[in-house]
């Protein structure tokens, strides 16, 4: 924030709000001496309801003469970020888990139906008497992708 604070030394007030990683446990707001919960809850509030993450939103305000007072505040730094949000671009990215899978050579054809039917990236093969197959799929779907997996070691 200092970067911020110097570059807009003359601001009044330079407020935040950030997300951080992909199970939304890390976050903070703040309200850098605007009345409390005025400015960062706000910014926060955007950031949920567009259920970002790996997000940091600065809204920096200039005292235009006019009291706002607090539902303005808020009003005014919920805007700010809504529109930050809005003129953004955003990346879609997969928490992914890593599958790595061992079998023989015949079984080759059901492993790779099972890759066809699910579409998990693979990283690396390798096939030889004994095949491994490296694999990366979205956290949520991984589990299933294992046990059909190892469902194949039975058959």
Do not use: W
């Not at 940091?56 to 706002?68: A, C, D, E, K, Q």
């Not at 197959?133 to 469902?151: D, G, P, V, W």
């Amino acid at each position: 924030m200092a970067d911020y604070r110097k570059k807009y030394y003359d601001a009044r007030h330079v407020c935040y709000a950030y997300m951080l990683g992909s199970e939304r446990k890390d976050f903070r707001a703040n309200d850098d001496g605007e009345p409390s919960s005025t400015a960062g809850k706000p910014i926060l509030g955007q950031i949920n309801s567009h259920e970002l993450t790996n997000i940091l939103i600065v809204v920096v305000r200039y005292y235009g003469g006019v009291n706002l007072g607090t539902s303005g505040l808020i009003t005014a730094y919920r805007e700010a970020a809504s529109d930050a949000i809005s003129h953004a671009t955003l990346e879609t990215r997969q928490v992914e888990e890593r599958i790595d899978f061992t079998f023989s050579y015949p079984m080759l054809n059901e492993v790779m139906r099972i890759v066809k039917e699910m579409q998990p990236r693979v990283i690396s093969q390798t096939y030889d008497n004994t095949c491994l197959i490296q694999l990366a799929i979205r956290k949520s779907e991984a589990e299933q992708l294992r046990l059909r997996l190892e469902k194949l070691a039975f058959v």
